[in-house]
């Protein structure tokens, strides 16, 4: 079936194909027809995509399931220093990302073999293929490799820049398409984010945020979050966006909204794990942030350190553990 409408990014009546609120590779499932099938390529190729590589350690490490397809856990490559090796995983182990055969010969004798593998089985096709090859009688000796567990691995994030500050204003800005009425959302209120997730601005309209968004976490369930604030007297919309229960980011969605009715905060907390909407508390109500606050927040790069530590360790209980708690809020 196609569907025809106005696109909610370029803004012309076109066939609209589905967006995925919070992208897929994110585990995201809730979807609507608000782009065009161009305007959804576009974020495709590029915004998009920049979320999935920059997050596959998390998807990956989760086991977040794509609804296209099987098999999506993407395998990631990281860094091991100690061994100085580069391993890969597929979100449960850490491997070699090839074995390593060492040979040392005096003429034609072989006088040293060494062979590292990832599995006894891959161990004894290459100890059979060197003995044939190189006629050696002698008996290899064997033991195990003790390897990392993904988490134990030190890893450098990247979750800020320009792509990903695109890529999340996105995400505020589908909430806003599918939860207030569309002639606000069509209005010029919202041009500018329109244009700034399509082709950027010099200067950014959002940043990754540490401060004002502590709200946003749990800090033991690695939830994706969406957060809208209205403020009528300043005209300011405020997105609020934490993925993984762990990256937060503010967004500046308008600072001349003309709504002349009082509109709710939105707020769509889901559970990539569990694929699950969660029910947030009706009186919630989101900490008011001016505009310096939402584009230049004042953290300490301690506090963004403790923070991502906090994250860590929410990570590090999902993968091990891996159960799904259930929390009642109380007040
Ligand atoms: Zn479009």
Not at 84 to 110: A, H, M, Q, Y
Not at 154 to 182: G, H, Q, T
Not at 237 to 248: D, Y
């Amino acid at each position: 079936m196609k569907k025809t409408g106005k696109c909610f990014c370029c803004c012309e009546h076109k066939i609209l194909t589905k967006e995925h609120i919070i992208p897929q590779s994110l585990g995201g499932k809730l979807s609507a027809w608000i782009y065009c099938k161009e305007c959804n390529d576009k974020f495709g190729d590029e915004i998009d995509a920049e979320l999935t590589n920059k997050f596959r350690y998390f998807s990956t490490s989760l086991k977040i399931d794509r609804d296209r397809g099987k098999n999506q856990h993407q395998p990631f490559n990281v860094y091991f220093p100690k061994k100085n090796i580069e391993l890969t995983s597929n979100g449960s182990e850490l491997k070699r990302k090839k074995p390593v055969v060492e040979i040392i010969k005096e003429g034609d004798k072989v006088v040293f073999a060494s062979v590292i593998a990832r599995s006894a089985k891959e161990l004894d096709r290459i100890i059979l293929g060197l003995k044939e090859k190189h006629s050696l009688t002698h008996e290899f000796d064997t033991k195990n490799e003790t390897i990392p567990g993904p988490i134990e691995v030190e890893r450098e994030f990247v979750f800020d820049n320009s792509l990903i500050r695109r890529a999340v204003s996105k995400i505020a800005y589908n909430l806003i398409c599918i939860k207030i009425p569309e002639k606000y959302v069509f209005s010029p209120s919202f041009d500018e984010i329109r244009s700034y997730i399509r082709f950027g601005a010099e200067k950014d309209m959002a940043s990754a945020n540490f401060r004002n968004t502590s709200f946003m976490v749990d800090n033991i369930r690695p939830l994706h979050k969406i957060h809208i604030s209205f403020n009528r007297p300043k005209k300011l919309v405020i997105g609020f966006i934490c993925l993984f229960g762990i990256f937060r980011y503010t967004i500046l969605l308008s600072k001349d909204i003309n709504i002349v009715i009082d509109l709710a905060d939105l707020d769509y907390t889901f559970d990539p794990t569990t694929g699950k909407e969660i029910c947030t508390k009706p009186n919630f109500i989101a900490p008011e942030i001016g505009i310096d606050d939402t584009l230049r927040p004042k953290h300490s790069k301690e506090l963004v350190l403790r923070e991502l530590k906090k994250g860590h360790k929410i990570l590090e209980n999902y993968i091990e553990g891996h159960q799904n708690i259930e929390i009642e809020h109380t007040e």
